[in-house]
DNA sequence: CACAGGATATACT
DNA sequence: GTATATCCTGTGA
């Protein structure tokens, strides 16, 4: 089943513990969503935190549409927006186990390991090719594709990656026991 | 383990 | 205007 607006125009916490095992691919290369991070508007360490900025405008746009920005200069990272328009929540994907187009991944990433592929939220941009192109798209359509996970996922909680703010909360959601995760989970 | 790389935002002077 | 921090990764100690 595919995932609709509606299942995106909720609590980013229910959105963010259901999208664990859905598949995710971008013009048929991606896999498993096995790590993310809910970004809530109320959470300091969110970008829409102090309101709507260039970069991040589409955050305040409608729901089960794609937030693409830059990170460090370097990297692309990828959320899917939730809740409501101007709500700006929204799921950091931060790590597939790749399942679809493993060649196209290896020759964009120029490794070979798998594991490594889509491990963090940069790497699995390089894989599946996003870049500012997709900020604003919507996720129901190509080039994208999300289907619903089929069966029931061992979700773990823990603090998130990389933020000082809020440090403590704990919004990272993972799929128990992957090896594809960033790194290591530890429940909170 | 440390640190470069360098866009974007915010907090200063 | 300048300075500092950031939802990170690859490389080299």
Not at 77 to 105: K, Q, S, Y
Request: charged share 25%.
């Amino acid at each position: 089943m595919p995932l609709t607006k509606e299942f995106f125009a909720r609590s980013v916490h229910n959105v963010a513990k259901e999208l664990i095992g859905a598949t995710f691919l971008v013009d048929g290369v991606g896999g498993t969503i096995v790590e993310l991070e809910a970004y809530h508007h109320e959470d300091p360490a969110a970008h829409g935190y102090r309101g709507r900025t260039e970069r991040n405008a589409s955050m305040f746009g409608p729901p089960g549409h794609a937030y693409v920005y830059r990170s460090y200069g370097i990297h692309w990272c990828v959320n899917f927006v939730c809740e409501a328009e101007g709500v700006a929540d929204a799921v950091l994907i931060r790590a597939l186990e790749p399942t679809h187009g493993l060649d196209e991944m290896r020759r964009r990433r120029g490794l070979d390991d798998e594991r490594l592929l889509c491990a963090g939220p940069g790497r699995l941009c390089q894989a599946l090719a996003i870049t500012r192109e997709h900020d604003g798209l919507p996720l129901d359509r190509t080039p994208f594709r999300l289907e619903q996970r089929s069966e029931e996922a061992q979700v773990v909680r823990g603090p998130r990656v990389g933020i000082s703010r809020a440090a403590e909360l704990p919004w990272r959601y993972g799929l128990a026991g992957s090896r594809y995760l960033s790194r290591p989970l530890r429940p909170a």
